[in-house]
């Protein structure tokens, strides 16, 4: 951990969502910052102000950044959270990447309104979509002992920990039985002292 005399300000709405795994970096760097709440009532005004209309955004010395890895990829280079060279770097990236091609899949489901098409969507999602991604991740966890990359902790886990939290509200606690190294990470992230004190703190929202 270095000192950040950096003033910042995260943009977001009253949700864990796309700015959760930003705020287990500052929580596990101890950088001082202002979590900024947008009323979901107040974001057509200030949706004008975004650099691309969308949110997260965060403010770095007045200055807005939008896209959300991209700013963790910022913060965690400046905090030693990418791994321990660039080979690493890289495989954080794929990783994370990886996982937001899943998250897309989970994101189409849940905004299906046809409820055939849903329903024809959850089947493939639980035997095939799901079982396809989960099952490479706990492989490449168990090998590196419960970390994402290396044997460190870096940006990626907290990543993966907010997914899987995620991830069993929707598919319930029993979601991750069969995949024990997943539950490892997630357990281990959450044990992180700092991780911990902002967990206790941070508002309740249910995504």
């Not at 970096?25 to 969308?54: C, V």
């Not at 091609?101 to 055939?116: A, S």
């Amino acid at each position: 951990m270095t000192e950040d005399q950096t003033h910042y300000k995260l943009i977001y709405f009253n949700a864990r969502g796309r700015a959760e795994h930003i705020r287990y970096i500052f929580a596990y760097a101890g950088i001082d910052y202002i979590d900024e709440r947008i009323p979901k009532e107040r974001w057509p005004e200030i949706k004008k102000t975004m650099p691309y209309g969308m949110l997260p955004v965060l403010e770095v010395d007045g200055k807005l950044i939008s896209q959300s890895n991209a700013v963790a990829r910022y913060l965690s280079r400046k905090h030693g959270l990418t791994g321990k060279d660039e080979w690493e770097a890289m495989l954080c990236d794929v990783l994370v990447d990886t996982l937001g091609d899943l998250k897309q899949e989970l994101f189409q489901y849940r905004t299906e309104e046809d409820m055939f098409k849903k329903e024809d969507k959850k089947v493939k999602l639980m035997k095939e979509t799901i079982p396809f991604y989960l099952n490479k991740f706990e492989k490449t966890i168990a090998e590196n002992n419960g970390f994402a990359v290396g044997s460190n902790t870096t940006w990626t886990d907290f990543v993966f920990a907010v997914a899987l939290e995620n991830f069993e509200h929707i598919f319930g606690s029993s979601a991750l039985e069969n995949y024990p190294a997943l539950r490892t990470l997630k357990q281990r992230v959450h044990e992180i002292p700092a991780i911990m004190t902002w967990l206790a703190k941070r508002p309740q929202t249910e995504f």
